[in-house]
């Protein structure tokens, strides 16, 4: 939702500036005001501007066996993020979060400097994220914390899950 709406600012934008700069002469003849041309040019840079703050995706990458993360912030084919060490994590969990529709959508968190976390993955499907949660918990070699059924959070044996 939110990349259509910046991709109507930037087409509006990207539009207004094409008036404005291959559209008007303003300055070809001294004896016309050209404050309209100008404020029509201020409506498309904060349009092209709105754009693209709309239309910024982040992404978090994650390499778990050389244990670095990269936020990636992307417009378009335009990418900006590098690689960095992942901080010492402390635990992964499985969490169970509540979605508006009364539905459920289970996430895997590393969690690190005791309460802040990332989110690596998440879905509705129980089974598929407590499968990716030990799978994540093996290859850092730390605990998982299942967080799935409120009031019976406990820590799980990695063994037990196939």
């Given at each position: 939702?939110a990349?259509n709406?910046?991709?109507?600012?930037?087409?509006?934008?990207?539009?207004?500036?094409?008036?404005?700069?291959?559209?008007?002469?303003?300055?070809?003849?001294?004896?016309?005001?050209?404050?309209?041309?100008?404020?029509?040019?201020y409506?498309?840079?904060?349009?092209?501007?709105?754009?693209?703050?709309?239309?910024?995706?982040?992404?978090?990458?994650?390499?778990?066996?050389q244990?670095?993360?990269?936020?990636?912030?992307?417009?378009?084919?335009?990418?900006?993020?590098?690689?960095?060490?992942?901080?010492?994590?402390?635990?992964?969990?499985?969490?169970?979060?509540?979605?508006?529709?009364?539905?459920?959508?289970?996430?895997?968190?590393?969690?690190?400097?005791?309460?802040?976390?990332?989110?690596?993955?998440?879905?509705?499907?129980?089974n598929?994220?407590?499968?990716?949660?030990?799978?994540?918990?093996?290859?850092?070699?730390?605990?998982?914390?299942?967080?799935?059924?409120?009031?019976?959070?406990?820590?799980?044996?990695?063994?037990?899950?196939?």
């Amino acid at each position: 939702m939110a990349n259509n709406f910046g991709n109507s600012f930037l087409y509006i934008g990207t539009h207004i500036a094409g008036h404005v700069f291959f559209g008007y002469e303003p300055f070809l003849n001294r004896s016309v005001n050209a404050t309209g041309d100008l404020s029509l040019f201020y409506i498309a840079v904060l349009c092209v501007s709105q754009g693209i703050l709309f239309s910024v995706v982040k992404n978090i990458h994650f390499d778990l066996n050389q244990k670095k993360l990269k936020e990636e912030y992307q417009v378009g084919p335009i990418k900006i993020g590098n690689w960095k060490n992942l901080p010492e994590i402390e635990y992964v969990s499985v969490f169970r979060q509540a979605k508006a529709d009364a539905n459920f959508i289970y996430e895997v968190n590393l969690w690190y400097k005791r309460n802040r976390h990332f989110n690596v993955y998440q879905n509705t499907h129980l089974n598929t994220v407590m499968l990716m949660g030990k799978n994540v918990a093996r290859i850092l070699n730390k605990d998982l914390w299942d967080a799935t059924v409120p009031q019976k959070e406990c820590w799980i044996d990695l063994d037990d899950i196939e």
